[in-house]
């Protein structure tokens, strides 16, 4: 049976983790040109582009959450169905292995990893018939920030700032503009989203992600559709949530509409929010041999155009001058003096930690002394390496920020009990930590979401690790850090970027009822 099909997916899922396709890289191109470089969204645009750029070179992960594979295939009538799921699993497997997914499917009882992106229903596998000859497989990583910025409206429906949405294409618009604020920079914004209007609770949330299976510069077949695409894509642009949440004129890069028929008494609207790292591929593949005979989204197997110039990559991250060093153990004195706006480049020890790590400190002891130390919000990829030296041979591949909003429970807590100085993540956190940032003296640092490969880059070693009970991901990282550069957005007298973004984009949400 098709010998090499399970080397085409291999390389399907290689690829679509490690190199954005051309509609992504034309509309982020926008994105990045659009930013005066020396702005907050300037930097984060730049960082974006050279992170698209190095991912491209090495093959590795563009963002280091790879997201729930969902692949869509379609498989002419006779195709064994079975034995195409089984090679598409052993395939997701293998990719995991090689460090080009990282270990994202947890038990949702115990929290377990399954160590191999398998497990009850992952990778998604949905298949459908169709009268070609040959196999196509359409594939989408689509990451847990984004995913947990997913919203659906049932109307009629109150929403914040726009009044009343009405089932109408009126309403449905009220809805995605609604669904863009409230994301802020939670899903890596600038981001694109897939909308179903109708259907019931399950099929248009399945619908809504069906949409980001087209590209970002089509035109819906569908005139009323079209029409509200392109309502809401300039709309969006004009809340000026921008990059990562941080103020700026590019807030979104696609919107795609679907309509499902719907019951008489419902009427949904779906929303699927990707983030920038817009990780969508495709392959057809001859049925005989299980070769790929044509990539989809993309010019076959042509090097992609980089983001950036060689003397832009070259010159890395755009420094103003005034970057501040930061070195851990930092002390309350160098924390009160930083504001929000200030940009920072820390170096020394970091500690990552996410949601298992936080859970685990609420009632235990910390496995290191955080003492003016850095907490870092990621669950990088790392693999074995024995030429990179340290503690157990690890090496990181890909460390981006993970949503910080998770830790909202816990955070103000931890600061509190063992003189953490700095956290660093994306997205922002709540009242109760800003409160506890001044109570405790910290600082809450905000690194470019899915910038997963320039980060990686700012790691000298991985000099050990901590409560690995947790699976890779969710472990207690040790790592050595250098010119790390991020963002103040919440600073230690009582001030938030993320909540003055968020009122201020309200503001204008208003002028769009
Ligand atoms: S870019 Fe951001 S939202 Fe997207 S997968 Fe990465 S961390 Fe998640």
């Known amino acids: 049976m098709l010998p090499d099909f399970f080397d085409s997916v291999v390389q399907l899922i290689t690829r679509t983790s490690t190199d954005l396709p051309p509609d992504v890289r034309a509309a982020m191109g926008i994105a990045v040109r659009s930013e005066a470089t020396e702005t907050r969204a300037g930097q984060a645009l730049t960082i974006i582009a050279q992170n698209i750029d190095q991912a491209a070179s090495c093959e590795g992960p563009i963002c280091q959450d790879t997201g729930m594979p969902t692949f869509e295939v379609k498989a002419p009538v006779g195709a064994n169905q079975i034995w195409l799921r089984a090679r598409i699993r052993e395939a997701v497997a293998e990719a995991t292995r090689r460090g080009k997914l990282r270990p994202n499917s947890v038990d949702s009882i115990t929290g377990e990893n399954s160590g191999d992106n398998l497990g009850p229903g992952t990778p998604i596998i949905h298949f459908d018939q169709w009268e070609s000859p040959d196999i196509e497989i359409k594939l989408i990583l689509k990451g847990g920030g984004c995913e947990n910025t997913n919203a659906q409206y049932s109307l009629p429906a109150e929403l914040d700032h726009l009044g009343r949405a009405d089932r109408t294409l009126e309403g449905v618009r009220k809805c995605i503009l609604h669904a863009v604020w409230k994301a802020q920079g939670k899903g890596c914004s600038p981001g694109a989203v897939g909308v179903c209007i109708g259907g019931d609770r399950t099929s248009g949330y399945l619908h809504a992600k069906e949409q980001l299976f087209r590209t970002l510069d089509d035109t819906n077949p569908d005139p009323r559709l079209a029409q509200v695409e392109s309502a809401v894509m300039n709309e969006a642009n004009k809340l000026l949530v921008g990059p990562m949440g941080f103020s700026g004129t590019t807030s979104l890069i696609g919107c795609k509409i679907g309509a499902l028929n719907r019951l008489p008494a419902s009427f949904f609207v779906s929303v699927a929010y990707d983030c920038w790292a817009f990780r969508r591929l495709g392959i057809r593949v001859n049925a005989a041999n299980g070769a790929i005979s044509e990539w989809l989204y993309r010019e076959g197997t042509t090097p992609s155009q980089p983001m950036l110039s060689p003397e832009a990559a070259a010159a890395g991250f755009p420094r103003t001058g005034r970057e501040i060093p930061l070195r851990a153990p930092i002390t309350e004195e160098q924390i009160r003096a930083l504001k929000v706006g200030d940009v920072v480049l820390v170096s020394g020890p970091m500690y990552t930690g996410r949601d298992a790590v ?156």
């Open 358 to 513: 936080h859970a685990h400190l609420m009632k235990h002891e910390p496995p290191v002394d955080l003492h003016g130390a850095v907490l870092y919000h990621c669950g990088p990829v790392v693999v074995k390496d024995a030429a990179a030296g340290g503690e157990g041979g690890w090496k990181v591949t890909a460390a981006g920020p993970t949503t910080s909003i998770r830790e909202e429970p816990y955070q103000a807590e931890i600061l509190k009990k063992y003189g953490v100085r700095v956290v660093v993540g994306k997205g922002g956190m709540g009242a109760k930590t800003l409160a506890g940032l001044k109570e405790s003296g910290a600082v809450y640092l905000n690194a470019i979401g899915g910038a997963a490969q320039f980060y990686a880059r700012c790691i000298d070693r991985v000099t050990g690790v901590s409560l690995m009970q947790f699976g890779t991901p969710e472990a207690m990282w040790h790592l050595e850090v250098r010119d790390f550069p991020a963002i103040v957005t919440m600073d230690a007298h009582g001030n938030s970027l993320h909540r003055d973004v968020e009122t201020e984009s309200g503001a204008i949400l208003e002028t769009l009822r």
